[in-house]
């Protein structure tokens, strides 16, 4: 093969819009380690396959083990590198031996390349365990690892990797800032992981793609051919294989390789060899929700009737005369942190009918919670007063919100370390007895998440957030304390002009 300059931009132009060129470079030019130790043509197994199917500028991939797929992204961005001048691709792992691993598989890319390719175009002005640079491209392939805070400042990211996210240290949110700063728009990102407990940096840009505008790819073990087992007896099925047999084609080899697995893996074999973009996700500690209940609300769940923007979502509008309660965990407003929330229940039945989230300044808040109050029959809106709280409340005061709620004393939900527990214990004692209460999947993953600590307290697991789960606590609470006591119907004559629930 004869490769030159000219040949080799034209192919990484070509590349912007034709994803089979990149395949048949990856084919043509590329060998890996085999499982045997042998060189071979690196060819796309299944979960490659999909990825590459469906990749676009901004994804994030769970898998099983074993998938491939830090070794097919290296792939893409090592033909990236070498095909489209002035290229700087970046691979971060979660530690030195992983890093150095990955760019094992990247020298042996450029060491099996032709020769005219490389003592030529591709020859390097600089190799190390991190860094290779070409200078007829200007062009580098780089690898660090999350430990580095200052990951990628000062420079241009063309195509980053980030790599077993989910095992980034405590700081991993801060390093994947400065790696995003600095990859321009038109920019490659993926961030890839096998799941690693139910918090952290790596859960939450999952739970969070469909508002950061990532991709989703999930990959279960069964992506991989390898998990077989013969001669293994699994007849009779369980309930749960034939509805993996049915929902996944599963042969009765791959039954066999899983009973196997589960029996060695225990309760790891969810996490390590995933089935599902849910219950992989195991919670570090003690949850204090049943995981059970929560997995039956799940089944329940499902899509809302309506979105307004990223921060409403509704599942049953409001309808006759019918009586509703918010619950309303508010947060300071600003942009990083907590996020105010407010949960909308039937009185009735204490079904969720709506959920707002976002970070709203108080008074923006409480313009919001007026509105749905109104659009829901004048709901009473039950404000946690702790901490930002009274902001919220001067402000629904100052509009004249006819139906607040007080427990007779003051206006507001108090909240206090006594409390506490028992609105948390109340709120899981609903959704253990009827779990097809609940609707939303942001507030039932917060449920997976919320755990119990060493201390004896209980609240979100570290990297997670509880004000979903807070808000709905609260409402269920007031739901409680205020049964049998109806309000008369409350006149709307004086209030208008509250329509921000259409923005």
């Known amino acids: 093969m004869n490769l030159d300059l000219a040949l080799l931009q034209h192919f990484g132009d070509t590349l912007n819009n034709r994803r089979d060129i990149s395949d048949i470079l990856i084919r043509t030019l590329l060998r890996v380690r085999g499982k045997g130790r042998e060189l071979l043509p690196l060819r796309v197994n299944r979960a490659q396959a999909d990825y590459q199917r469906l990749c676009a500028r901004h994804n994030i991939v769970l898998k099983a083990r074993q998938m491939g797929i830090t070794t097919f992204i290296a792939a893409q961005f090592f033909i990236r590198t070498i095909t489209q001048p002035g290229t700087i691709t970046v691979q971060v792992a979660h530690d030195q031996e992983a890093a150095e691993q990955i760019f094992r598989i990247v020298h042996r890319f450029w060491e099996n390349l032709p020769r005219e390719l490389r003592e030529g175009t591709l020859i390097r002005s600089r190799a190390s365990v991190h860094e290779m640079a070409f200078p007829h491209l200007d062009s580098e392939y780089r690898v660090a690892t999350a430990g580095d805070v200052n990951a990628g400042r000062g420079t241009t990211i063309h195509n980053l990797h980030c790599s077993e996210v989910s095992r980034w240290l405590a700081n991993g949110e801060e390093t994947l800032a400065s790696l995003r700063a600095a990859v321009p728009e038109l920019g490659q990102i993926v961030l890839e992981s096998t799941p690693n407990g139910a918090s952290g940096v790596f859960y939450e840009e999952w739970q969070r793609a469909a508002e950061t505008g990532y991709t989703k790819h999930f990959m279960p073990w069964w992506f991989d051919d390898a998990y077989i087992l013969d001669k293994v007896e699994v007849e009779p099925l369980t309930d749960e294989e034939e509805h993996l047999c049915l929902l996944a ?255």
């Open 249 to 503: 084609g599963l042969t009765t080899k791959q039954i066999a390789w899983r009973r196997v697995n589960r029996a060695q893996l225990r309760g790891l074999a969810a996490q390590e060899f995933a089935e599902d973009a849910v219950s992989c996700f195991r919670a570090s500690s003690e949850c204090v929700f049943d995981i059970e209940a929560i997995d039956r609300a799940l089944a329940h769940a499902g899509r809302p009737i309506e979105e307004r923007g990223t921060w409403l979502s509704i599942w049953l509008p409001p309808h006759g005369d019918k009586q509703y309660i918010v619950g309303i965990d508010p947060a300071g407003g600003g942009t990083e942190g907590d996020y105010s929330c407010a949960q909308m229940i039937d009185r009735t039945t204490g079904m969720q009918c709506a959920e707002m989230s976002g970070h709203f300044p108080p008074q923006e808040f409480a313009t919001r919670l007026i509105a749905l109050g109104l659009e829901y029959n004048t709901a009473m809106l039950v404000v946690e007063r702790n901490n930002h709280g009274h902001g919220v409340l001067a402000h629904l005061g100052s509009q004249s919100y006819p139906n607040i709620y007080s427990d007779g004393k003051q206006q507001g939900w108090l909240t206090t370390a006594a409390s506490r527990p028992t609105m948390i214990e109340n709120f899981a004692a609903v959704l253990s007895a009827n779990p097809e209460l609940f609707r939303s999947v942001a507030l039932l993953n917060e449920c997976r998440t919320f755990v119990r600590h060493k201390d004896g307290t209980s609240g979100a697991a570290q990297g997670a957030h509880d004000d979903r789960v807070m808000a709905m606590a609260i409402a269920l609470a007031s739901r409680r304390q205020v049964a049998g006591k109806i309000p008369p119907p409350i006149s709307l004559i004086t209030l208008t002009g509250f329509n921000v629930l259409s923005s």
